[in-house]
């Protein structure tokens, strides 16, 4: 019985001595939650109160949430840099080769976007509203005949393939358009610059880009990122709805009706009609018995 007493006093005293040493443990750590958080995990659970254990959870929870949230903000710039690097690359590609393989039809469509503005646009609307119905009748008319059933299969392929062509073939005539624009007006303030289709494409892809720059700078603000995020998509949907609209106008760069290149005879004056001197080349003579009209 002695023994056990004895061992029972020495345990208490064992306790007490430790709950001193963690009363001043905890007075010294009490200053700054750091210090607490690292005097609570030295200790060993048995000895640790519930009440310290309250005190340092909320301060941890609020240690990884921090870091919770700043990684995945990196994580989500990151993805979204990726994103509209890779899609600014492959329009470039696209771009490039349809300067290389088919730059006339690509002037059309260009020229069309530039002084068709207001009509490609509306067209554009007007092919966006009129694509599936479109679709939908050419499918159900090929279906009713036995033959027309046959190729419902290569139709569907092609007329996706024609849709999207001309979609990212008109976006890519407008990015041409503004890039020569820009260009041109450099010039004309008397900058130095080569006036050729590749820098005009690559000056009007990264117009474009800038817009979608601001929404990954700023999409981390709750109001302004939506803002900026909407903005860019509205903007980008106009390009690709005007040059939709131009490649319609022009039949995929055929036909230059509506891109300012060609004036009626009809519309021209009687002065026009007759060559005048310039840089040494004479007048061509006027017929006899014709007079100028005043």
Same mark, same amino acid.
């Given at each position: ?5 004895? =061992? ?18 905890? $007075? ?49 710039? *990151?993805?979204?840099?990726?994103? +509209? ?16 393989? $088919? ?39 090929l279906i009713l005949s036995v033959?027309?059933? +046959? ?18 073939? *008109? ?8 890039? #020569? /624009?820009?260009? =041109? ?13 590749? =820098?005009?494409?690559? &000056? ?33 949907? &106009? ?7 131009a490649a319609i106008l022009s039949?995929?760069?055929? /036909? ?16 026009y009609l007759w060559a005048t ?10 017929? #006899?018995?014709?007079?100028? /009209?005043?």
């Amino acid at each position: 019985m002695q023994r056990g007493s004895r =061992r029972l006093a020495l345990v208490a005293a064992v306790g007490l001595i430790c709950q001193g040493s963690l009363a001043v443990s905890v $007075a010294h750590a009490a200053t700054s939650p750091g210090k607490l958080q690292q005097v609570v995990q030295q200790l060993p659970p048995a000895l640790v109160p519930n009440f310290l254990l309250r005190a340092v959870q909320p301060a941890t929870q609020t240690a990884d949430t921090a870091v919770n949230t700043e990684a995945s903000w990196l994580t989500r710039f *990151g993805t979204r840099a990726a994103g +509209l690097s890779g899609v600014f690359l492959t329009l470039t590609l696209l771009g490039f080769l349809l300067v290389a393989f $088919a730059h006339p039809n690509l002037e059309i469509v260009s020229d069309t976007v530039a002084h068709s503005f207001g009509r490609s646009f509306v067209v554009g609307m007007l092919g966006q509203v009129l694509l599936l119905p479109t679709f939908g009748m050419l499918v159900v008319g090929l279906i009713l005949s036995v033959v027309g059933a +046959l190729l419902v299969p290569f139709v569907v392929i092609v007329y996706a393939l024609l849709a999207i062509l001309g979609i990212v073939g *008109g976006f890519l005539a407008v990015a041409h358009s503004m890039g #020569e /624009k820009q260009t =041109r007006r450099r010039m004309a303030q008397g900058l130095k610059a080569s006036p050729n289709s590749f =820098r005009y494409m690559l &000056i009007g892809l990264a117009t474009v880009l800038s817009v979608w720059l601001a929404w990954l700078v700023f999409g981390w603000v709750p109001v302004a990122g939506t803002i900026v995020w909407a903005s860019a998509i509205l903007v980008t949907w &106009i390009i690709g709805t005007v040059g939709f609209g131009a490649a319609i106008l022009s039949r995929a760069g055929v /036909k230059p009706q509506f891109a300012g290149r060609y004036i009626p005879a009809e519309t021209m004056t009687d002065e026009y009609l007759w060559a005048t001197p310039q840089f040494g080349v004479s007048a061509v003579k006027r017929p #006899e018995g014709h007079e100028r /009209k005043r």
